[in-house]
């Protein structure tokens, strides 16, 4: 499951547009949405690409934000 709020910090600090990153993963702006928001699931390579766009280095970083199963609702 995706932190959203984390992964929404990301992307704001990475300065890049939601809707370019989602062209960049091959998403449509809809599917990238749904996948943020824990309604579809991130491919392996998406998260790889995402990673890069993002500058996302740590391993740890990347299991808190895409893998984590204590995500809590009502911060999504």
């Known amino acids: 499951m995706t932190d959203t ?3 929404k910090e ?3 600090r990475s300065g890049l547009k ?9 998403l449509s702006s809809y599917g990238f949405h749904r996948k943020m928001n824990n309604e579809s699931q991130f491919k392996a390579g998406e ?7 993002l500058k996302i280095t ?8 895409f ?6 609702n009502k911060t999504t």
Do not use: M
């Open 47 to 53: 998260i790889k690409s995402l990673c890069q766009l």
């Open 18 to 26: 939601k809707g370019w990153i989602a062209a960049e993963l091959g």
């Open 58 to 65: 740590s391993l740890k970083k990347k299991e808190e934000i």
């Open 5 to 7: 709020v984390r992964l």
């Open 67 to 72: 893998f984590t199963d204590d995500v809590d």
């Open 10 to 12: 990301e992307i704001k």
